[in-house]
């Protein structure tokens, strides 16, 4: 135990040790104490060391208290010392303090001075460097305010790329730099507004522009553009059709101020100061297509022709200067800007204009019924391919649609003359010209170039063998050709080209306008027999005026008469078969006037004597026949035999008719005897030659089959008909049972209503003949059948 309590107390006095070396932490030492189970033994340990230590303290300020007090007091003393030097030094110190604050306050003032002198001076350098710029940006505005763009390109240009760069630290700078944008956009924006505003004043000034251009095109190839529609009006005689509603084209029309051109007329410069502007601005390529587009927007309204085109010329004229005033303008811009317009892109919108406009010109003029109006739109378009092939434009196109306009004149003019020859018809007497004076020969001469030696020996009064409407006709196929070659002039054509031309212009004319109005006029109910014998007179001689016509033409368009042509003049023809159908009508019409005569025939089917004469109907027909075919000395032979072969062979086709027609039932011998008189009355007329050159017996023959019928009822010899039947050398050949069968039934019902005559053996007899040549005119019937 001592032992431990030993150890006890060394641990408790390391322990304060500790405590007493430590003045501020002895956290570990108390946990050490804790630990432990010697809290109590330590507490008692370290009341005892507090009691040692206080009775130190004790000790030795009971030692030292004198010299405390001595010290105390001379603390007190030193403190009044302090307080004066205190005070003294508080005042020493406001008096320092105040000075100072106004030296503070003149270094402030002092500073502050200095300082604005150094910002005055920085300010009025960076002013200075600002000038430039500032008086670069009141210019702008200045510029701007006075639509001076191109100027104000140039200043803005030099702020910058030149004045901005130096002042490029300041922020005011960036705000200019985004205004300078804004005046950027504004001068492109006023640029294009100034480029919307020529564009609508090029679209104005282009007809006039065209105008001029057309104009000083005609001057320079010495077209004169109203020469041929002129004459026009001349080519249908006043007195055969009405003059064309035609107004020849004054001066006025065409005057234009003298000598301009189209940069004389419009102000190009919008045009290069927005190319530059925008080049500038580096957006040519947008300002290009913005103008080609906006270019070709307006090349679409040009082509646009006027709804009412197709009525005046100066529809035609209107529309043609908007077109050379657009592309004159185009042409212009692309030699003093080629960049903006070049020769592809005219070409590419030429090529779709040319289409355009041969479309709309094709489909106007199709409109157009006066040829001379379509003259002038010939001289038109003529000009205007003149004008922009000048300016290099291919106008292929536009030669083809001359020839189409061509041809559609050729059938205006065609529409024109059928009515001219209509009234040559209807004013034709169709009587031959007859003539008393030499001047009246004269001028049938002179229209018609007809030549007779026995007229020209022939004393006054002269009469030609054709009517008025032969020389009339010819002048105005003359007139056509002429009225044909009127366009096919100034189309640089060869002369042989023309010639051709005109030719089958010429055929046209011939073989479908007067071909038909000739075949309408023949066919005419109200033409007398006469007045057709005339008209196939009348063909004789304008079919040896188409060789006259040939050589008109080619003295027209000196064209060489050994070339053979393409296109032969084809009048003969076309004559010969009018003239062929006027002999048809001829015949028809003999026909119709015989059958006038036939229908006064009033046979008295049982007679019972003939009358020993032949009818009046038929002596008055052979009368009429006499004396029609004495009016058939100026046709043709063959035109009189083939009427009077016609007339025969009818009047035989009309007796025979009746005698065999339904509508006869029963016919007396003496009413045989009558028709037999009528025949031997026409064979009497056949064999006196109405008509001279027929050979023996032609017209004879006509009447034969009605001669053998009649023979052989009248000669009752049907021994030598049965015998020789079917034999080329029968007496009776032409005789057909049919036709014996039909009048022999007539004759026996004729025979029947005699009543007497079942009381004679004779009549008996003959009745039972009768009945046997019926009976075996039947077998011979059935058997041929």
């Known amino acids: ?33 804790f630990d432990t189970d010697e809290c109590d033994a330590f507490a008692d340990k370290l009341d005892s060391r507090i009691r040692s230590h206080d009775k130190d303290i004790e000790k030795l300020c009971s030692a030292h208290h004198q010299g405390f007090i001595e010290s ?5 003393e030193l403190k009044g010392l302090a307080n004066r030097i205190h005070g003294e030094v508080q005042a020493i110190d ?42 670069a940006y009141i210019k702008l505005q200045q510029q701007m305010k006075e639509k001076r763009y191109y100027p104000a390109l140039k ?93 020849a084209p004054s001066e006025s029309e065409y005057s234009v101020e003298e000598d301009l051109s189209a940069q004389d007329l419009v102000d190009f410069s919008p045009v290069y100061r927005c190319l530059h502007i925008h080049t500038v601005l580096d957006a040519k390529e947008t300002y290009e297509n913005y103008y080609r587009k906006q270019r070709k927007k307006q090349a679409r ?93 291919s106008v292929s196109q536009l030669v083809e649609l001359l020839q189409e306009i061509r041809d559609h004149y050729n ?39 007809y030549r007779d030696s026995n007229l020209e020996a022939a004393p006054f009064p002269k009469r030609f063998p054709f009517s008025s409407l032969v020389p009339k006709v010819y002048r105005q196929i003359r007139n056509y050709i002429q009225a044909c070659l009127q366009f096919s002039q100034d189309l640089n054509l060869a002369d042989q080209e023309i010639d051709d031309t005109l030719r089958r212009y010429t055929n046209l004319l011939l073989t479908r306008t007067l071909s038909g109005c000739l075949s309408t006029l023949i066919r005419k109910p109200s033409l007398s ?17 188409n060789a006259w016509l040939e050589e008109f033409i080619a003295q027209l368009t000196g064209a060489s008469r050994e070339l053979s042509h393409i296109a032969r003049l084809q009048g003969r023809a076309v004559f010969r078969d009018v003239r062929d159908d006027a002999e048809q009508q001829i015949y028809e019409a003999l026909k119709r006037k015989m059958d006038e005569f036939m229908e006064l025939a009033n046979y008295d089917w049982q007679l019972n ?50 005698l065999l027609s339904d509508d006869v039932k029963s016919i007396s011998m003496g009413a045989l005897q009558q028709v037999n008189l009528d025949v031997i009355q026409c064979e009497q007329f056949a064999a006196s030659e109405p008509v001279p050159g027929f050979e023996d017996g032609t017209l004879l023959s006509s009447f034969l089959d009605l001669r053998q019928l009649l023979d052989l009822l009248l000669s009752w010899d049907w021994s030598a008909y049965f015998h020789d039947y079917g034999q080329d050398t029968s007496k009776y050949l032409r005789v057909s049972p049919q036709r014996a069968i039909t009048v022999l039934e007539k004759l026996r019902e004729a025979d029947k209503r005699t009543v007497f005559s079942v009381l004679k053996k004779s009549e008996r007899d003959k009745k039972k003949l009768m009945e046997t040549v019926l009976r075996q005119l039947r077998q011979l019937l059935q058997s041929s059948a």
């Open 155 to 247: 200043t803005l240009e030099q702020l910058e790329h030149i004045h901005l760069p130096n002042i490029s630290h300041y922020r005011f700078s960036e705000h200019m730099k985004k205004s300078l944008a804004k005046v950027r956009e504004s001068i492109k924006e006023a640029s294009m507004v100034d480029l919307k505003d020529f564009l609508e004043s090029i679209r104005k000034y282009s007809p006039k522009i065209g105008e001029v251009a057309m104009r000083h095109t005609a001057e320079q190839l010495n077209i004169d553009i109203s020469a041929n529609s002129s004459a026009i009006k001349r080519l249908i005689s006043p007195s055969v059709s009405g003059e064309f509603d035609y107004e």
């Open 301 to 393: 309204l040009a082509l646009q022709p006027p709804t009412n085109m197709h009525e005046t010329i100066e529809g035609y004229r209107q529309y043609f200067h908007g077109i050379v005033g657009f592309f004159v303008v185009e042409d212009h811009v692309m030699n003093t800007a080629s960049t903006l317009v070049n020769r592809s892109y005219l070409d590419d919108v030429w090529n779709i204009a040319v289409s355009k406009i041969a479309s709309s010109v094709r489909t106007h003029s199709s409109y157009c019924t006066d040829p001379a109006l379509m003259l002038k739109i010939k001289n038109l378009v003529m000009l205007f391919s003149s004008t922009l092939k000048t300016y290099g434009y």
């Open 94 to 135: 406001s008096d320092i303090c105040h000075s100072v604050t106004q030296l503070k306050l003149k270094g402030q003032e002092l500073a502050d001075a200095r300082r604005i002198e150094r910002n005055m001076k920085t300010t009025i350098e960076m002013l200075q460097s600002c000038l430039p710029v500032l008086r």
């Open 411 to 449: 059938e205006v003019l065609m529409q024109r003359w059928v009515h001219v020859f209509r009234d040559i018809f209807d004013e034709d007497n169709y009587h031959p010209i007859q003539v008393t004076t030499p001047a009246e020969y004269q001028r049938v001469i002179e229209s018609f170039p």
């Open 72 to 76: 105390i007091r001379d603390l007190l």
């Open 529 to 545: 027999l006469l007045q057709l014998i005339q008209i196939s007179i009348n063909t004789n001689y304008l079919e040896e005026s």
């Open 609 to 658: 004597e003939p009358s020993g004469q032949a009818s009046s109907f038929l002596m008055d027909l052979i009368a009429f026949l006499q004396s029609t075919f004495q009016a058939f000395t100026n046709l043709k032979e063959h035109v009189a035999q083939n009427a009077c072969l016609t007339a025969c062979r009818h009047i035989a086709e009309i007796l025979m008719d009746l």
């Open 1 to 33: 135990m001592d032992e431990s309590s030993k150890e006890g107390k060394g641990r408790h006095d390391l322990l304060l040790q500790e405590i007493e070396a430590i003045d501020d932490y002895w956290g570990p030492t108390f946990r050490a104490i």
